[in-house]
C-alpha cells in the first residue's frame, strides 16, 4: 500500500496559523514533513504501518484502503489487548 496526502484536506493547507504536525510528529520513520500549505512526503522512508493516517485529524492521508474506522472496530471485536 503506498501512503498518499490531500495537501487540500490538511488543516496547514486552510489555516497559515495552524501548527498541527500531529502526523510528522508520531511518523517513527520520518517520512512526513509539515510545511507551510501542507505536507510533504518522503514515500522512500514510508514503511505503510498507518499510524499516521489514524492521528490526522482532516483524514488529509490514506493509506491504500486501509480504513481507520474499519480497523478500530475490527479490533474492539477480537481478543487482543494491544494494537
Known amino acids: 500500500m503506498k501512503l498518499k496526502a490531500d ?10 496559523l495552524s501548527e498541527c504536525k500531529e502526523c510528522e ?13 501542507g ?3 518522503f514515500l522512500q522512508n514510508c514503511t505503510s504501518c498507518g ?5 490526522c485529524p482532516t483524514e488529509a ?3 491504500g484502503n486501509f480504513s481507520v474506522r ?14
Open 7 to 16: 495537501s487540500s484536506a490538511c488543516v496547514r493547507y486552510s489555516s497559515k
Open 70 to 83: 474499519d480497523f478500530l472496530f475490527d479490533f474492539l471485536k477480537s481478543d487482543e489487548n494491544r494494537i
Open 39 to 41: 505536507i510533504s512526503l
Open 61 to 63: 492521508l490514506e493509506l
Open 51 to 55: 499510524v499516521c493516517v489514524g492521528i
Open 25 to 37: 510528529n508520531i511518523c517513527p520513520y520520518d517520512a512526513i514533513k509539515c510545511v507551510d500549505g
